[in-house]
């Protein structure tokens, strides 16, 4: 399908396009479901692998007693701040501060966690009292890519002072930092036993950190995937 024809695509999506990426519909978003030679992409996770995953769910929520409200909803919820913990349905409940969550979808299917948060008429608003939590909508105001394989690690350490190896920085563990001389969110979570990255940050300077990432990879071969390869990769 051509992502032009929806309304909402990735702010690479120009860049995907280029590299003869295929996209599909996820809730009325363009999102590349394979860039070029299947086979190469499933070769490249193990090595070095970019996808964007901008077009998936996530929203933020946020405020006084958000982490009890949360709890109260079946959440399960990070014991500290900067970590992260999976849902039953296989969200990422992302801890960035004592009152402030992140849910991540990483799959292109539902997420009732996700579905639940979104409806707007059960849920407060910013203004309807201070002692309720908020939503953050994040689905739009940041960019999500995702960063995988055996050299991440190092393609990271061009970019960012944060160590994000093994001994330093374990799963779920979260570093909101400077990236490119960009403030984002980089959260570990590694996929079958294979470093992987997820990054969050401002929209606006999409095409920027993309181009970093892969300026940073080039020496390690990084090659742009879609979601198909992540998801066989979970599926084993």
């Known amino acids: 399908m051509d992502p032009v024809s929806l309304i909402y695509r990735s702010p690479v999506y120009r860049k995907l396009q280029e590299l003869g990426a295929e996209f599909r519909e996820i809730n009325g978003y363009a999102v590349p479901s394979t860039v070029g030679d299947l086979a190469a992409q499933s070769a490249a996770v193990a090595q070095l692998a970019l996808c964007d995953l901008s077009g998936l769910p996530r929203i933020g929520v946020k405020g006084l007693h958000a982490a009890n409200w949360l709890s109260e909803e079946g959440f399960i919820i990070p014991a500290d701040n900067n970590s992260a913990r999976r ?14 969550f992140l849910v991540l979808g990483e799959e292109a299917r539902p997420y009732p966690c996700i579905e639940k948060l979104a409806k707007g008429d059960k849920f407060p608003s910013k203004s309807s009292g201070l002692e309720k939590p908020f939503l ?22 061009k970019l960012c002072a944060i160590d994000f190896r093994a001994s330093s920085a374990n799963d779920f563990q979260i570093a909101q930092t400077s990236l490119a001389r960009l403030n984002a969110i980089v959260i570990r979570d590694d996929l079958d036993g294979i470093p992987g990255f997820h990054i969050l940050a401002d929209t606006a300077s999409a095409e920027y950190l993309w181009d970093c990432l892969i300026d940073a990879g080039a020496e390690h071969a990084i090659r742009v995937v879609g979601l198909k390869v992540l998801a066989e990769l979970k599926q084993g």
């Open 136 to 157: 953050v909508l994040r689905q739009y105001s940041q960019i999500w890519f995702r960063l995988i394989g055996g050299q991440g690690i190092d393609t990271l350490a």
């Open 87 to 100: 849902q039953d349905d296989g969200a990422l409940l992302v801890r960035l501060a004592p009152n402030e």
